[in-house]
């Protein structure tokens, strides 16, 4: 009889990790029912379960990734996704709190979301979500399209000075500075904290 295994994936934050990880799961002969950002389940026949486990922790680590053991490592990683595609599809499209979008997002208390994620990851949401910004601001400068106000507008800053200070504040020195320096080192997102 088969049944279904549910498995969250802690490092997940991109849609290129799901067809990697959903095509190494096929070849391995493991049916996946449904892959999403942070979540996959698959048809686990009962005899076999074990074996299912084995040939998906294998997968997994071998692209970096981790299955979360409990909910709050489920909720820090929800937190992550959800903070990763604001600021992935620029201009961000939601205009308020950053902490009603989480709410919305995940059902729950924003001072529970908060104390779980600083707990297990030791800095503030808040900064986190400006560290995301800060690299969003360099790809957009390294595109050379954008002026610093139109991309002051696309990550929801009340102005570019408030911009500019949080990037001098992250990255040592001024956005003017880093375009001519053209010294381009950028972390990815899912590897930022």
């Not at 996959?40 to 084995?54: F, K, R, S």
């Not at 604001?86 to 499209?93: D, F, M, S």
């Not at 979301?113 to 690299?135: A, G, H, M, Q």
């Not at 106000?149 to 500075?177: C, R």
């Amino acid at each position: 009889m088969d049944s279904k295994k549910e498995y969250w994936i802690k490092h997940m934050v991109c849609r290129r990790c799901l067809k990697v990880i959903r095509q190494e799961l096929h070849e391995s002969g493991i049916e996946v029912l449904s892959l999403e950002l942070g979540k996959l389940t698959v048809n686990a026949p009962e005899i076999g379960i074990a074996e299912v486990d084995q040939k998906v922790v294998d997968v997994l680590h071998s692209n970096g990734f981790e299955i979360a053991k409990s909910e709050e490592e489920m909720i820090v990683e929800k937190i992550k996704i959800g903070l990763i595609s604001l600021v992935t599809n620029v201009p961000i499209n939601h205009k308020g709190n950053t902490s009603d979008y989480l709410v919305d997002l995940l059902h729950r208390d924003y001072k529970v979301l908060s104390k779980v994620f600083s707990r297990n990851e030791n800095i503030t949401i808040e900064k986190y979500f400006i560290k995301l910004k800060i690299e969003k601001v360099k790809e957009l400068i390294q595109l050379g399209q954008y002026s610093f106000s139109d991309i002051a507008y696309m990550l929801d800053y009340s102005s570019v000075n408030h911009l500019s200070g949080q990037f001098k504040e992250i990255m040592g020195m001024s956005m003017t500075d880093y375009k001519n320096g053209q010294l381009w080192q950028r972390d990815f997102l899912d590897e930022i904290i």
